[in-house]
């Protein structure tokens, strides 16, 4: 589901804001999202399986798969495409190709660190297991 | 201690097998089902039923099963006596509960090409006995089809389906009935039944 997402937004975002094929990781103490401002990382997704139905023989179970992301940019000169990239993020949840999921959701917090705005968003999809 | 009807487990699963009334061959000498019309063989430690007979649906999915065995009553007042008489009259029996629509169960497994199964239960599925009004014949399993456990059979038509599925469920759920047409028939799981 994380290339699914990345299909979509590597084409979509073409602004100041673009997407990284690399995973959110550390380098030199440091986020790579911090280190690269105005690109978005995803992490690689986690999956949660909870009961869905119960039944005497095999329960009917779903699988929630969450993709969590992180954009930093600069807190005092807002990107002018700031706004537009953040509406095509949340497309994403139902223009990347995840067929197989029934229900798509996606949400953002975001968080002020020195001069930068950190967003971390995650895409939650919810398929049967 | 008090032992209860156990139905959790395993093997203690409840099982649900409708066959269609019409494949029991002997059931114009026995008057009754009995449980070689629907399996000849289980699984005592898995609870599997091993060996099925005539294509039974083994209804998978089940949430919840009722057994209904209500009893007509009549009373009447005697001036010598100072409570009601009763006396019961003839039961109303069925078979209720809910399951998660499984496609073969509820579709059957006879497609155009695909009519190994025709006319069987297992091959017309729960919807198309349902809409056909197929006197079917039934045996529940409260706690497992095992050696020493009690099941209960009978014949009826199913009825009261009502498939539905929601935003918030990506299945579909059925309540499902099966009127049962006279008394229920008891008896005891043996091994080689």
């Known amino acids: 589901m994380r290339q699914a997402l990345l299909n979509y937004l590597t084409p979509a975002l073409t602004g100041t804001i673009k997407t990284s094929n690399e995973l959110p990781f550390e380098q030199g103490g440091s986020a790579l999202y911090i280190k690269n401002m105005r690109k978005v990382y995803l992490d690689e997704p986690e999956v949660e399986q909870t009961q869905l139905l119960t039944t005497f023989d095999e329960d009917v179970n779903q699988n929630i798969t969450t993709v969590r992301g992180y954009l930093a940019v600069d807190a005092k000169n807002r990107n002018i495409d700031l706004d537009s990239a953040l509406l095509t993020l949340a497309l994403a949840r139902i223009q990347a190709d995840i067929s197989s999921s029934f229900r798509k959701e996606f949400d953002y917090t975001t968080t002020i660190d020195d001069d930068k705005i950190i967003y971390e968003f995650e895409y939650r999809f919810y398929t049967l297991a | ?193």
């Open chain 2, 1 to 193: 201690m008090a032992s209860y009807i156990n139905a959790t487990s395993a093997k203690n699963r409840v099982k649900l097998l409708i066959v269609k009334k019409s494949a029991i061959a002997a059931f114009a000498t026995t008057g009754k089902p009995v449980q070689a019309d629907f399996y000849t063989a289980t699984n005592n430690t898995t609870g599997e039923i091993t060996t099925k007979v005539n294509k039974p649906v083994e209804l998978s999915g089940l949430q919840d099963v009722t057994i209904n065995n209500s009893n007509g009553s009549f009373r009447w007042k005697q001036l010598d006596l100072s409570g009601e008489s009763v006396i019961t009259t003839n039961a109303t029996n069925s078979l209720s509960g809910n399951f998660v629509l499984d496609t073969t169960d509820f579709w059957g497994t006879t497609t155009a090409t695909f009519t190994t199964d025709a006319g069987t239960a297992t091959g017309d599925g729960i919807f198309k006995m349902s809409n056909d009004r197929t006197e079917v014949a039934f045996l529940i399993a409260p706690s497992g089809a095992i050696d020493g456990e009690t099941v209960i059979m009978g014949t009826g038509f199913i009825s009261a389906l009502a498939p539905t599925v929601s935003a918030d469920s990506p299945v579909w759920v059925s309540p499902i009935t099966i009127e049962v047409n006279g008394d229920y028939e008891r008896a005891l799981v043996e091994a080689g039944v």
